[in-house]
């Protein structure tokens, strides 16, 4: 199934260190997505959160009216990797053994680790999806290159099968398979995509993120769907405002 030239799905390419990208699973100011400690008070338990309530270009966003344009080709050249997960959380984290990557206007970013948000933090056209998945990628500068996926409600996904086989359900739970995996299996066929410049998505909320979103969302089963919510609950931030940013989109 693939979205025409009026919707924005989610590849994500950002401009921040990896340690900056950490310290938002890691940091020790205790946030979540609900009460007192959500996303809409983000920006007010710690000085290096502020930009959660006063940046410009925060992500999440509604994914809708991008400019179409000549944009590059995304390379990937994924490898196997032992299935390592671990639930940080906040979130189901893989961590991707080295040696795979994407190549982005010549700029090659080697992945590091994908994660997902329930429901999608993304939405299209105000649509919301299932799931949403982050492919975490850093090139030699330390810049990251984060590829989207939305995860819609559809047939089962057997590419999935021996990641939620393994799902960690409790914080801090790690498991080790000897199984590979292959991350472009996980990703749709059509690797066509839509940009804009924004943020982490969660704590501390660094901006000059380069997000890339995939137009095409992957199917999973109502069951694979639910499983993971039933361990990270909501886990979702809500949409941001656009502000005087361009959503562009590739043709």
Known sequence: MRFGKSVLAATFAIGLSLAAFNASASSGAHWGYEGEHGPEHWGHMQGEYKACAEGKTQSPIDLTGAAVEDLADITFDYKASKLNVVNNGHTVQVN?????????????YNLVQFHFHTPSEHTVNGKSFGNEMHLVHKNDKGELAVVGVLIDKGAENAAYKAIWSNLPKKANEKKSVAVDINASELLPVDREYFTYMGSLTTPPCSENVRWIVLQSPIQMSEGQIAEIQKIMHKNNRPVQKLHDRTLKMSK
């Open 96 to 108: 991707y053994d080295s040696g795979s990557s994407i190549s982005v206007n010549g700029s090659q």
